[in-house]
Nanobody, 117 residues
């Protein structure tokens, strides 16, 4: 099981952009589907996007067309490019390994994204 560290969050104005990064260590990243998750105040943690080892991506309906998930297997990095941000995107964003449609790694500290109105 790899260690995962999220970064890139911050405070942005509505309509702005951010790029989140997820850095992995160890050998599992290159052979594992990955996912970005978020948890907003008062809500359950939800899957935002997922990406297979070869780059096939899926998105939650709320972010489709605005967010792009990508990965660089040689650098063991995963990204979430977030454009046209809305206040409802405000949440702590996490990355994790996925197996059989569920997260199976340990949850890290995440990175805070705050979008002002």
């Amino acid at each position: 099981q790899d260690q995962l560290v999220e970064s890139g969050g911050g405070l942005v104005q509505s309509g702005g952009s951010l790029r989140l990064s997820c850095a992995a260590s160890g050998n599992a990243f290159q052979i594992t589907t990955m996912g970005w998750y978020r948890q907003a105040p008062g809500k359950e943690r939800e899957l935002v996007a997922s990406i297979t080892t070869f780059g096939a991506a899926e998105y939650a309906g709320a972010v489709k067309g605005r967010f792009t998930i990508s990965r660089d297997n040689t650098k063991k990095l995963m990204y979430l490019q977030m454009n046209a941000l809305k206040p409802e995107d405000t949440a702590i964003y996490y990355c994790n390994f996925r197996r059989n449609g569920v997260a199976f790694g340990s949850w890290g500290q995440g990175t805070q994204v705050t979008v002002s109105s």
